[in-house]
C-alpha cells in the first residue's frame, strides 16, 4: 500500500511539473519544404501537393498513397505521390535540393495475375531560397512549385 501511495505522489508531482511546461516544443533544426504538381488545361489544375519537415543534410522519403500486394517474395508496387531528397543549406537563405518525385497510378490489367503502376518521374537539381516559391516547369502542360520555410 505504502508503495502505491508513494507510485501516486510521483505521478501526481511529475503531472503537475509537466502541466506547467505544456508549451509546444519548437524544432529551430527542423525547416518544411512544400511541393505542388499542377498541369495546365482550360485552367490549372492542381494534382498533388505535399509538405515535408526535414533536418539539413538527411535523406528522406515521403509516400502519399498506397501499395498493391505483392505475390510472395516480390516488393509491393507503390502508387501515389513519392518524394525522395536531400536538402543541403548552403547558407541562412539558400539550399541546394536534389529531389526525386514520383506519381504512380494503378492501371488496370485483364489479367488477374498481371499488376501495373504507370510512374511519372521527376528528378531535381536546383538551388531554392527561403521563403521565395520556385516554378519549374517538368514537360507538357505541367509544372512544380516548391518553396522551403525555415
Keep these: 500500500m505504502l508503495v502505491r501511495m508513494a507510485c501516486f505522489v510521483v505521478i501526481l508531482l ?23 504538381l ?8 492542381e494534382l498533388a501537393e505535399l509538405t515535408i519537415l526535414f533536418s539539413e543534410n538527411e535523406e528522406f522519403r515521403y509516400l502519399s498513397g498506397g501499395e498493391l500486394p505483392a505475390a510472395e517474395g516480390e516488393p509491393p508496387l507503390e502508387m501515389g505521390v513519392r518524394l525522395t531528397g536531400k536538402l543541403k543549406s548552403l547558407d541562412q537563405k539558400q539550399f541546394r535540393a536534389v529531389l526525386k518525385l514520383d506519381v504512380g497510378n494503378h492501371v488496370y490489367s485483364e489479367e488477374p495475375q498481371t499488376q501495373l503502376v504507370r510512374t511519372e518521374t521527376i528528378e531535381i537539381r536546383s538551388d531554392l531560397v527561403n521563403g521565395v516559391k520556385k516554378r519549374i516547369h517538368c514537360g507538357g502542360q505541367q509544372w512544380l512549385e516548391l518553396l522551403i520555410e525555415r
Design 14 to 36: 511529475s503531472g503537475s511539473s509537466l502541466a506547467k511546461t505544456c508549451e509546444p516544443l519548437i524544432d529551430t533544426e527542423k525547416s518544411s519544404l512544400t511541393v505542388r
Design 38 to 45: 499542377f498541369e495546365q488545361n482550360e485552367r490549372p489544375k
